[in-house]
């Protein structure tokens, strides 16, 4: 049974840092792990992915230069270390394991298949 749990959400100032934790368990750990966000009225977003096989990192251009993605591999836990944030990257964000290969856009959601509960980020300005 594939697991995946997010912690490390919070409130901060805007210029400020989060890190955020992704701990996985059960899944192939060659398929793509992503971070994805969803603000209230909007869509759910990619905001980072990390590809094993090819050990590609992509970003979505709102977070390149301030956001980075790291795994470890040992511990089965995907980081998304956030710098300089912005009120415009408030939102719930999320984790997810792809189920298999993904084509097209590694950063579109409907390619992961497991998903984690969330954890809430709000920047006030």
């Known amino acids: 049974q594939v697991q995946v749990a997010e912690s490390g959400g919070g409130s901060v100032q805007a210029g400020g840092s989060l890190r955020l934790s992704c701990a996985t368990s059960g899944y192939y750990t060659r398929n793509c792990l992503g971070w994805f966000r969803q603000a209230p009225g909007k869509e759910r977003e990619g905001v980072a992915v990390r590809c094993p096989k090819t050990e590609v990192s992509v970003y979505a251009d709102s977070v390149k230069g301030r956001f980075t993605i790291s795994r470890l591999s040992a511990k089965n836990t995907l980081n998304l270390q956030m710098n300089n944030l912005k009120p415009d990257d408030t939102a719930m964000y999320y984790c997810?394991?792809?189920?298999?290969?993904?084509?097209?856009?590694?950063?579109?959601?409907?390619?992961?298949?497991?998903w984690g509960q969330g954890t809430q980020v709000t920047v006030s300005s």
């Open positions: 997810a394991a792809a189920g298999g290969p993904v084509s097209g856009s590694v950063l579109a959601s409907d390619q992961y298949a497991y």
